[in-house]
């Protein structure tokens, strides 16, 4: 994450996860652990030890009065600044990225004491960083090194009150057909009213769709989200989201990139993207 930049919304890789939402981009295009494809706007609620002390995000920006954990997936550091107090923990049952479970993890206290580092301290793989600013200062003080530490992280809930066992997710702007259904969009994200590039996926009964609009180009001028709703339609796509377009829309097919030409447009830096891979 670290050399691509911060992503927005939720992500999970194989049950891993990556990143929880911050205040938006909430909606999530997900699979679960039974492959069931699902839209929702999914919530995690992350707590540590007896008192349930709430964690803000994981692998979100740390702001004031804040706690956030990081793992290794982050980068080589938290990135965090030297204002706050931070602690390095190890799960007792193996390395966080490959956990089965994030209900209960029993993590041990690895750095000898609390502490702030200006760029933020390492993160080795399979451990785990609790940042703290403001009021989460305090919680990271309270441990010392050789103390057990319980990180609880439920299974995300929906709108309406859906638990998930999400295998793999990523983070959208906003829902664009839902059940067949055309939405009304009250966002200005992602400018909805004007041709831009566009990246949407979705699905119907019997498809999964990836669907790039070109922009910006002597060929194309990309499309508005309601355009892109009815070209979805017209290939009988009946749930489907709108993902980050413009300087973030690329798809690879092969030795093929399609999205924008060469030299029409600033491609911006990007650091999670979804893989369709063959299996053998």
């Known amino acids: 994450m670290e050399e691509g930049g911060t992503f927005l919304g939720n992500m999970v890789s194989n049950g891993s996860i990556i990143k929880t939402a911050d205040n938006d981009w909430t909606v999530t295009y997900g699979v679960t652990k039974d492959n ?3 839209i929702d706007e999914l919530n995690y609620t992350i707590s540590v030890d007896k008192d349930n002390y709430p964690v803000n995000s994981i692998n ?3 702001l004031g009065d804040q706690l956030v954990l990081y793992t290794s997936v982050k980068g080589a550091k938290t990135g965090a600044n030297m204002w706050g107090s931070e602690i390095l923990l190890k799960p007792i049952d193996g390395d966080w990225e490959t ?3 994030y209900d209960d993890v029993v993590c041990e206290v690895i750095s000898n004491n609390p502490m702030a580092v200006d760029g933020g301290i390492a993160i080795p793989e399979g451990h785990i960083v609790l940042s703290g600013h403001g009021v989460g200062v305090a919680v990271c003080n309270r441990y010392k090194k050789g103390d057990m530490v319980n990180i609880k992280v439920s299974k995300p809930k929906g709108k309406e009150g859906n638990s998930y066992d ?3 997710a990523i983070g959208a702007s906003y829902p664009i057909l839902l059940n067949g259904a055309i939405q009304q969009i009250n966002s200005v994200s992602g400018n909805p009213n004007n041709r831009e590039t566009r990246s949407a996926i979705g699905h119907s009964d ?3 769709y990836i669907l790039v609009v070109e922009g910006r180009s002597p060929v194309s001028d990309g499309v508005t989200i309601e355009e892109l709703s009815y070209l979805l339609k017209h290939f009988e796509v009946t749930n ?3 993902l980050d377009g413009g300087g973030s829309t690329m798809l690879v097919i092969g030795n093929s990139v399609l999205g924008q ?3 029409t447009t600033w491609f911006r830096p990007v650091p999670n993207a979804i893989s369709i891979i063959r299996k053998n």
């Open 36 to 38: 069931k494809l699902f």
């Open 60 to 62: 979100g920006p740390r």
């Open 99 to 101: 956990l089965e479970s």
């Open 166 to 168: 999400v295998k793999n």
């Open 206 to 208: 019997d498809f999964f």
């Open 240 to 242: 489907a989201v709108n």
């Open 261 to 263: 030409p060469a030299g």
